[in-house]
């Protein structure tokens, strides 16, 4: 069996693959566009680089690993068509992001950007507004494996928790979970509303005008999902007029975000480009889950851990 890779392992990465299956041929290119792929049964990719051109040449794909959570911008409706299996690495990003989202709000919470501020300028000045986590509320959207985390670390800090998802089925770590359609309901409650949710046709524009309206004023709402969660034009208005805090965006509509971008000049905004998820571990945390596939791929087993459904998105 062939399988190619298209990004770099590290030597001892690939020395323990071809040690754990040495009937297997790996192969590693950076090119799809000029690489003759008609052979390669499996290809393991970050998905980007998937495209309908490259699903014709490689008329031998019947699985296709995504060492990536999202999925979005592949071409889903042909994979679905062609049969092929699609599986990808979600939960990887759970540690990384949680401990992003904690990060955040206890740095907010205990001031640390003032903190530095004075320091920068040599002032010794007691008269900080702090704040403590214990007895908030915290509403997460996407309550999956990163959100589920989030609610974990949360409620270790005495945090209640309240899940929001699709179809209102309870989830790990949330106190209570609610249906995207009670959103409005829930919100005047949060003290810090965080999406982690995908894009699919579910969460394009879930958040609209009324949302941020319904939401405290002292709100920190913090975005490491999707840009198309809402528009930016809405967050910008939500900002400037106080609906809300302060917010914290990991991801936007359009990335890199641009210079004329409004979003940067506002003060109670925290610009993170795209970067929550980084980790060191990341490349060996998706081969664990690649490794533990390939095993069951041998075997006949296709019940993949992680499957994508490409005609749901996730």
Known sequence: MNVLFTFKIKDHQLEALTNDFPDIQFSF????ANEPIAQYEVIVTYGEDITSEVLDRATALKWLMVASAGVEKMPLAEIAERGIVMSNVRGIHKTPMAESVLAHILSEGRALPVLHAQQKRKEWNMKVRQTELRSSTALILGPGAIGSEIGRLLQAFGVETIGCNRSGASADFMDKTVQFNE???VLPHADFVISVLPSTSATRGLLNESHFAAMKNTAMF???GRGDLVKESILVDALSNGEI???VLDVFEQEPLPAESKLWALDNVTISPHVSS???????RALEFFTRNLVKWQQGDRE?????EPKRGY
């Open 29 to 32: 290119t950076k090119d799809l």
């Open 183 to 185: 959103l409005l309901s």
């Open 222 to 224: 913090m975005n490491f």
């Open 245 to 247: 805090r302060h917010a």
């Open 278 to 284: 980084h980790s060191g571990k990341y490349v060996e």
């Open 304 to 308: 993949l851990l992680n499957i994508i």
